[in-house]
């Protein structure tokens, strides 16, 4: 049921608003450009389903990636309205991410992060509204506590892994985030050899990090070599295909150079199957060898450890069946997406049906474990899936959604997109029992949709409504940069908190009244216990000396709802966010003598401007 509410009413006056309002358009702007057109009602019912009421609620919550932003954006849909920025690999000033001690220690050397694909915690195979793990390509994993929308931790860079972009794709239970590298190098890090050598000494890494199931804590589980390839992105099997995990790699040829060229020669790549329970159980058995400092798994050591599927060339979505009977696999430089068959994939393992071996590895062959090469299209990226066996394939050449049976493997509509799109979102599309109602088209360039901004254009997503037989583009939404990939679930999974309680708050320099508040020092370490409440920061003003290391432990002692505040200190670099009931600290030197205001960033109330202070460095 949908958690919208608005009523017949303004149902009835929204669709006679959207009737007027294309009746009676002003004329477009100079340099805009009007689309092709459609019936007045398409433009009314496509309003009619976009539009959520003031004060009425959407009915998803759609994460997805930043990109170099390094960030995580959250959206409403079927609105498209940005709801919130978890900042995660990259400091972000409007929450103060990046300069407390916590997100600064996270966060370590690198304040930049290539963040690729979100992956929200599952139970089952069903999305579960705990979790959400990104990955970026410095070889690091994060999760965000879906409780608080918050960055919890970030594990890496793990050692080995170079270009984290096979990641962060969760197993059905969430026991695994799994990740494998991008570039091949050689390992551990650090080692020297030329290009030259790349075909024997360069090596690709595939990467288990093991997740606690009650804490969702991130640790380092177990890895394992393979031949130079580029892996390229994953999915875990479900049901069915329960227990393996499945990479798209490009380069087979082992190639340097101009990739364009060098790398396309094949007619075919591999998909990389992986069986990560016997990963799990040859890890605990001590099996591998140490490289980089960690246990690492050889699959010519290992019988059955991985497998290489044949796929169309270069590769870049691999997607799994909600039954996880039938992994889609697609090949950006055919006109086809092919369906493999795990019961035929493991009959071809039973009998050794293979064509050979790369590095060990043996290679399936072909025609013994597909089911069919569906007609869905020019570059094929990434696919999706709804209800009833109905699959939604993007299509970057052709800038279109293929939508298509699985069974009977009957292309049966295509909707275009604006500009080449990339990979789609679809409700619950990665899942057991995916919802169909709305999917969203990432696309990659966005020129002509929007008023000109100037040379740096916005990222372009579109809602499409795939709740009828026919597929409706129904809205244009302009996305932070940059989104590769999107998650959607259903809103009522999720049950976010909007103040941290008292009793919860087990900050070892948390205060709870302002006469605890005030200055110690021990020896040249200063600690400043401060309390933050409407309107004054307490204490109001203190005194240090030149090259003093000075701790501030701020505890908001609000328990209102969006009653934030802040802490801005001029000229020393400082802004940090502390939200109802939470301590944060942030260390630093008293590097420069004179009066420095501080005051709070957060508008909080009518006093908000009287709420500020000095701090003197003698």
């Not at 459609?38 to 994460?63: H, R």
């Not at 962060?168 to 239970?173: D, G, S």
């Not at 393996?244 to 396309?264: D, H, I, M, Q, R």
């Not at 939604?392 to 298509?404: E, R």
């Amino acid at each position: 049921m949908r958690t919208i509410r608005a009523t017949e009413m303004s149902r009835y006056g929204l669709l006679a608003l959207a009737i007027f309002a294309v009746a009676c358009a002003p004329s477009a702007p100079k340099g805009a450009q009007k689309s092709g057109g459609g019936a007045t009602s398409d433009v009314a019912i496509a309003a009619q389903k976009t539009y959520v009421a003031p004060g009425d609620l959407d009915e998803y919550y759609l994460f997805s990636s930043g990109g170099h932003s390094g960030q995580v954006y959250v959206y409403g849909v079927p609105s498209m309205r940005h709801l919130s920025t978890i900042p995660v690999f990259t400091p972000y000033p409007g929450t103060g991410y990046g300069f407390d001690d916590e997100s600064k220690k996270m966060l370590g050397d690198l304040t930049w992060g290539d963040a690729h694909h979100p992956a929200l915690s599952e139970t089952n195979g069903d999305y579960d509204g705990r979790w959400l793990f990104i990955n970026e390509m410095n070889g690091r994993v994060a999760r965000i506590d879906l409780r608080d929308f918050k960055t919890k931790q970030i594990l890496g860079p793990i050692p080995n892994v170079s270009g984290n972009h096979a990641s962060a794709f969760v197993t059905p239970n969430t026991e695994y985030s799994v990740m494998a590298s991008r570039f091949s190098i050689p390992i551990p890090k650090g080692t020297v050899a030329g290009v030259d050598k790349y075909a024997s000494d360069y090596k690709g890494v595939i990467t288990g990090v093991k997740i606690d199931p009650k804490s969702g804590e991130m640790s380092f589980g177990w890895q394992i070599v393979m031949p130079p390839f580029d892996y390229d992105l994953g999915d875990a099997g479900k049901k069915a295909s329960d227990g393996y995990v499945f990479f798209t790699s490009y380069n087979t040829e082992k190639a340097t150079g101009k990739l364009e060229v060098t790398a396309s020669q094949k007619d075919r790549d591999y998909i990389a199957m992986v069986d990560w329970r016997l990963a799990e159980k040859s890890a605990a058995e001590g099996k591998g060898k140490m490289i980089g400092g960690v246990k690492v798994l050889d699959p010519k050591e290992i019988p059955g450890l991985v497998y290489f599927l044949p796929c169309g060339k270069s590769p870049h979505g691999v997607d799994v069946a909600p039954e996880g009977k039938w992994i889609v696999g697609s090949g950006k430089l055919q006109g086809v997406t092919t369906v493999f068959n795990i019961e035929k994939i493991q009959t071809a393992i039973k009998n050794k049906n293979f064509t050979g071996d790369e590095d060990g590895i043996p290679v399936l062959k072909y025609e013994d474990i597909k089911d069919a090469e569906v007609p869905v299209g020019l570059g094929p990226l990434h696919t999706q899936f709804g209800p009833d066996n109905w699959a939604y394939t993007s299509l970057f050449v052709d800038s279109a959604i293929a939508k298509w049976k699985l069974g009977t493997w009957e292309v049966v509509d295509k909707v275009p997109m604006s500009y080449s799109i990339g990979h789609l979102s679809a409700a619950e599309g990665d899942t057991v029992s995916p919802d169909g109602k709305y999917l969203v088209g990432l696309n990659k360039l966005s020129h002509g949709r929007h008023l000109s901004v100037g040379p740096s254009q916005p990222e372009s997503s579109q809602l499409v409504d795939i709740s009828e037989e026919k597929m409706k583009l129904i809205y244009d939404a302009f996305t932070e940069p940059e989104p590769h990939y999107a998650q959607m679930i259903k809103a009522d999974k999720l049950h976010p908190i909007e103040v941290y309680s008292k009793e919860e708050n087990k900050h070892p320099l948390a205060i709870w009244d302002v006469k605890d508040a005030g200055v110690t020092r021990n020896g040249n370490k200063v600690l400043v216990k401060m309390v933050a409440v409407r309107s004054t920061l307490t204490p109001t003003d203190f005194e240090v000396k030149a090259g003093d290391e000075v701790t501030i432990a701020i505890t908001n002692i609000e328990q209102t709802t969006d009653e934030l505040h802040g802490f801005g200190l001029l000229d020393y670099n400082i802004n940090i966010v502390v939200d109802p009931g939470e301590t944060k600290t942030v260390t630093f030197k008293a590097k420069k003598s004179g009066v420095f205001p501080f005051y709070c960033t957060n508008f909080c109330s009518a006093l908000h401007q009287e709420m500020q202070g000095y701090f003197i460095v003698r």
